[in-house]
């Protein structure tokens, strides 16, 4: 055996490693138990992948939930009088049925629960809205805008009055503001989960606020079974392509890390992510730099390159490409014109999670999945 043939049967052997741990945990991590830990109780609706945040039920209906900022908040049945033991924790009384949103992108954790009804102000930037219903509201003025790439529109967001205020992770100053102006804030930190099925599970987080933590376990249930059913399917694959990703932007190379939901997406896809190896801390979910030169000689031989950008940030064709960065122009993927990239409406898509890992598994195994036409990627055209 040569030493390139050495070389992919080590990358398809810690690839096996890889699909086989994700498909048992997307398999038997439902059979674990969710007995006390760290004095949190048992919960009919157990938190299995995701890591930022935490929940259990409480007597008489109450609920304690630590949110992505590490705050415990109390969740109180509207009418019922707090039990003397949680007085001290910052309390929203559910379920909530007047929401504002710090951005667009918290709007999928909502959809799913049929719930954007409640929806009545969000931080946004209509151009890059791609939420039809949520836009329609917006334009009828059942939704507010709160700004988006700018200040928040305080004075707006006080006479609207939310039940709760869902926010990023991001925004410390937003936190303290609105602590000011007593307004409810939960913390969102979804992109920040090294799991797709982690980040898919904070709309468990987001339904306890509704009262609808049954119909949040079914919608989690049923994209954890497509998923490893694709996983599955992807793990009899003979041969895997060699996957890129991330790339040049402001001068800056920026690479998701081994850790990141996009490097588990493209293992789950049936991929061989080419920076695996790389545990970069950075952004968004493990997203990090790396020079120049490394990225040229790792991509080089890629077979298939996922962009998580859109038309939207100027990249439209892989002539646009490669008059941004001319160095990828000598990779292989470029060359043979097999970049991908994600859908105008693909950071609003959290809920969506199974379907784009269908697509990628149809775009690195087109053969395994005939027929399928992916919804969240498109084949850059030449010009």
Same mark, same amino acid.
């Given at each position: 055996?040569?030493?390139?043939? @050495?070389? +992919?049967?080590?990358?398809?052997?810690?690839?096996?490693?890889?699909?086989?741990?994700?498909?048992?945990?997307?398999?038997?991590?439902?059979?674990?138990?969710?007995? @006390?830990?760290?004095? &949190?109780?048992?919960?009919?609706?157990?938190?299995?992948?995701?890591?930022?945040?935490?929940?259990?039920?409480?007597?008489?209906?109450?609920?304690?939930?630590?949110?992505?900022?590490?705050?415990?908040?109390?969740?109180?049945?509207? /009418? +019922?009088?707090?039990?003397?033991?949680?007085? %001290?924790?910052?309390?929203?009384?559910?379920?909530?049925?007047?929401?504002?949103?710090?951005?667009?992108?918290?709007?999928? *954790?909502?959809?799913? *629960?049929?719930?954007?009804?409640?929806?009545? /102000?969000?931080?946004?930037?209509?151009?890059? @809205?791609?939420?039809?219903?949520?836009? +329609?509201?917006?334009?009828?003025?059942?939704?507010?805008?709160?700004?988006?790439? /700018?200040?928040?529109?305080?004075?707006?967001?006080?006479?609207?009055?939310?039940?709760?205020?869902?926010?990023? %992770? &991001?925004?410390?100053?937003?936190?303290?503001?609105?602590?000011?102006?007593?307004?409810?804030?939960?913390?969102?930190?979804?992109?920040?989960?090294?799991?797709?099925?982690?980040?898919?599970?904070?709309?468990?987080?987001?339904?306890?606020?509704?009262?609808?933590?049954?119909?949040?376990?079914?919608?989690? %249930?049923?994209?954890?079974?497509?998923?490893?059913?694709?996983?599955?399917?992807?793990?009899?694959?003979?041969?895997?392509?060699?996957?890129?990703?991330?790339?040049?932007?402001?001068?800056?190379?920026?690479?998701?890390?081994?850790?990141?939901?996009?490097?588990?997406?493209?293992?789950?896809?049936?991929?061989?992510?080419?920076?695996?190896?790389?545990?970069?801390? /950075?952004?968004?979910?493990?997203?990090?730099?790396?020079?120049?030169?490394?990225?040229?000689?790792?991509?080089?031989?890629?077979?298939?390159?996922?962009?998580?950008?859109?038309?939207?940030?100027?990249?439209?064709?892989?002539?646009?490409?490669?008059?941004?960065?001319?160095?990828?122009?000598?990779?292989?993927?470029?060359?043979?014109?097999?970049? &991908?990239?994600?859908?105008? &409406?693909?950071?609003?898509?959290?809920? +969506?999670?199974?379907?784009?890992?269908?697509?990628?598994?149809?775009?690195?195994?087109?053969?395994?999945?005939?027929?399928?036409?992916?919804?969240?990627?498109?084949?850059?055209?030449?010009?």
């Amino acid at each position: 055996m040569n030493r390139a043939d @050495c070389g +992919k049967g080590c990358a398809a052997g810690t690839f096996n490693r890889i699909i086989g741990y994700v498909t048992l945990i997307v398999f038997f991590s439902i059979l674990i138990s969710t007995s @006390c830990v760290d004095g &949190w109780a048992a919960d009919r609706l157990p938190v299995q992948h995701a890591g930022l945040f935490r929940m259990g039920h409480l007597e008489d209906g109450f609920r304690k939930v630590t949110d992505g900022a590490g705050r415990s908040l109390l969740l109180a049945p509207r /009418g +019922k009088p707090i039990p003397s033991a949680y007085r %001290n924790l910052p309390t929203i009384t559910i379920p909530v049925n007047r929401v504002a949103l710090e951005s667009a992108v918290y709007a999928a *954790l909502l959809r799913p *629960l049929d719930v954007l009804e409640s929806i009545v /102000g969000v931080g946004v930037r209509m151009d890059i @809205c791609y939420m039809d219903d949520l836009k +329609k509201k917006i334009a009828k003025g059942e939704v507010i805008k709160l700004g988006c790439d /700018g200040p928040m529109d305080y004075e707006r967001l006080k006479v609207l009055s939310p039940d709760v205020f869902f926010a990023g %992770n &991001w925004n410390k100053k937003l936190i303290h503001k609105l602590d000011e102006l007593n307004i409810p804030v939960a913390i969102i930190d979804c992109f920040e989960e090294a799991h797709p099925l982690g980040r898919l599970e904070w709309i468990k987080f987001v339904a306890a606020f509704y009262d609808r933590e049954d119909d949040a376990q079914q919608v989690f %249930n049923r994209a954890a079974k497509k998923i490893a059913a694709v996983s599955a399917r992807c793990a009899a694959a003979h041969t895997h392509p060699r996957v890129m990703a991330g790339g040049v932007f402001d001068g800056k190379v920026h690479v998701p890390s081994a850790k990141s939901v996009t490097a588990n997406m493209i293992a789950i896809g049936g991929g061989d992510y080419i920076f695996q190896d790389l545990d970069l801390k /950075g952004y968004m979910g493990g997203y990090g730099n790396i020079t120049l030169e490394e990225f040229y000689v790792r991509a080089k031989h890629a077979n298939v390159y996922i962009l998580e950008t859109s038309p939207a940030y100027g990249i439209s064709s892989i002539e646009t490409l490669v008059t941004r960065d001319d160095m990828l122009a000598d990779i292989k993927s470029v060359r043979d014109g097999n970049v &991908w990239c994600s859908m105008p &409406w693909y950071w609003e898509s959290i809920d +969506k999670t199974d379907e784009i890992i269908a697509d990628l598994a149809a775009i690195f195994h087109p053969k395994l999945f005939p027929g399928h036409r992916p919804r969240h990627f498109f084949k850059l055209p030449e010009k």
